[in-house]
């Protein structure tokens, strides 16, 4: 019983968080179902057109900082983590065409 308990306070914690960023980000497109874990969502920036695809997860924990910036596209399956004094930063300005993640399948989980 305690393990469905905790598993339920994850998942209510985690849809808190989920709607919490994209209340404050409209304008990105964030598709769901995403995992999302922070200290202080203040440390999170992510800037118009940016579109984080299915299944990625954002762990921003302690004083880390992340920023990503207009038009950058984040594949799914896609882990973005730090914590401590670190720092994430992904822009177009800086990347052309900036991909992050791979495509996933289960093809390519196969033995060859």
């Not at 209340?23 to 920036?45: G, H, T």
């Not at 299944?55 to 921003?60: A, F, G, L, M």
């Amino acid at each position: 019983m305690r393990a469905l308990l905790r598993d339920w306070l994850y998942f209510l914690n985690n849809l808190k968080n989920i709607v919490r960023i994209k209340v404050k980000f409209k304008e990105a497109d964030i598709r769901d179902p995403l995992q999302v874990a922070y200290s202080n969502i203040n440390n999170i920036d992510i800037s118009k057109n940016v579109f984080i695809d299915v299944k990625s997860t954002i762990r921003i924990m302690d004083d880390c900082k992340l920023s990503i910036g207009e038009g950058t596209y984040i594949g799914p399956f896609s882990h973005l983590s730090g914590t401590m004094n670190s720092s994430l930063q992904f822009s177009m300005r800086t990347h052309r065409h900036l991909y992050i993640g791979g495509k996933h399948s289960d093809e390519d989980s196969e033995p060859r």
